[in-house]
């Protein structure tokens, strides 16, 4: 049995990881970590009935004041932002490289075997593209950290009920789903995915080693 831990847990993809493990047979515990306390009522809304979790509110700028909770076999990350969520550059890449690998390092550090990310399509430590060379710093820092199974699914849009709409993503869902019959052979990772089956694929190879079989871009590191 595997305790399982996840960052992003309220998001999109996180609030399926928590469920999907939560149900998973092969995990006994689920810790997430949080930035702020989660009443009751919005516990059961976000993961539903789930005896197997455990909720740390921590401090992402001080998380070696929390290092004793992190400690666990597998790591999932869906934890990210926006550029226009977080307001610059600087602070978007500071939310998503660092918080990011500053935990990873905690829990590797704690003996965790596996660790997982949700990245995105077309990450590339060396694109012009901020965001997406800001995703391919953290698949490349992560994975230099030498875990024995290292696991970044890379989808393009999301789909899923937010609690926020973005307009201009939607847009983007749209014109990508009216294409999606034709998005075939290397096209097809391009296309809309839900955030459910996203989630799914990075469970399944990171406890399971299953591949996913819906076109969806991952980059698989294992180590003996």
Same mark, same amino acid.
């Given at each position: 049995?595997?305790?399982?831990? #996840?960052?992003?847990?309220?998001?999109?993809?996180?609030?399926?990881?928590?469920?999907?493990?939560?149900? *998973?047979?092969?995990?006994?515990?689920?810790?997430?970590?949080? @930035?702020? %306390?989660?009443?009751?009522?919005?516990?059961?809304?976000?993961?539903?009935?789930? /005896?197997?979790?455990? &909720? =740390?509110?921590?401090?992402?700028?001080? +998380?070696?004041? *929390?290092?004793?909770? &992190?400690?666990?076999?597998?790591?999932? *990350?869906?934890?990210?932002?926006? &550029?226009?969520?977080?307001?610059?550059?600087?602070?978007?890449?500071?939310?998503? =490289?660092?918080?990011?690998?500053?935990?990873? %390092?905690?829990? =590797?550090?704690?003996?965790?075997?596996?660790?997982? #990310?949700?990245?995105?399509?077309?990450?590339?430590?060396?694109?012009?593209?901020?965001?997406?060379?800001?995703?391919?710093?953290?698949? =490349?820092?992560?994975?230099?950290?030498?875990? /024995?199974?290292?696991?970044?699914? @890379?989808?393009?849009? +999301?789909?899923?009920? @937010?609690?926020?709409? @973005?307009?201009?993503?939607?847009?983007?869902?749209?014109?990508?789903?009216?294409?999606?019959?034709?998005? &075939?052979?290397?096209?097809?990772?391009?296309?809309?995915?839900?955030?459910?089956?996203?989630?799914?694929?990075?469970?399944?190879?990171? +406890?399971?080693?299953?591949? /996913?079989?819906?076109?969806?871009?991952?980059?698989?590191?294992?180590?003996?």
């Amino acid at each position: 049995m595997k305790t399982v831990l #996840i960052l992003g847990a309220t998001g999109l993809v996180g609030r399926n990881l928590v469920k999907i493990c939560c149900a *998973s047979d092969c995990v006994d515990v689920v810790k997430i970590f949080i @930035r702020k %306390k989660l009443s009751d009522d919005d516990k059961i809304k976000l993961f539903g009935p789930v /005896p197997k979790l455990k &909720i =740390h509110v921590i401090d992402f700028d001080l +998380l070696s004041n *929390s290092e004793e909770y &992190i400690c666990g076999d597998i790591v999932l *990350s869906a934890l990210g932002s926006t &550029i226009k969520k977080a307001k610059t550059k600087e602070r978007f890449y500071h939310i998503d =490289h660092d918080y990011n690998v500053a935990f990873a %390092k905690l829990a =590797h550090k704690n003996a965790a075997q596996v660790m997982g #990310i949700i990245s995105s399509v077309g990450a590339k430590k060396n694109s012009p593209s901020f965001y997406l060379k800001t995703k391919g710093m953290i698949e =490349h820092d992560l994975a230099g950290m030498n875990w /024995p199974k290292f696991i970044a699914v @890379r989808p393009s849009f +999301l789909i899923g009920e @937010r609690d926020k709409d @973005r307009f201009g993503e939607k847009i983007g869902i749209g014109v990508f789903k009216s294409l999606r019959p034709v998005m &075939i052979g290397g096209l097809k990772k391009y296309a809309p995915i839900s955030a459910g089956d996203v989630a799914q694929a990075l469970v399944d190879l990171c +406890l399971t080693d299953q591949a /996913p079989k819906n076109g969806l871009e991952y980059e698989r590191k294992i180590i003996f």
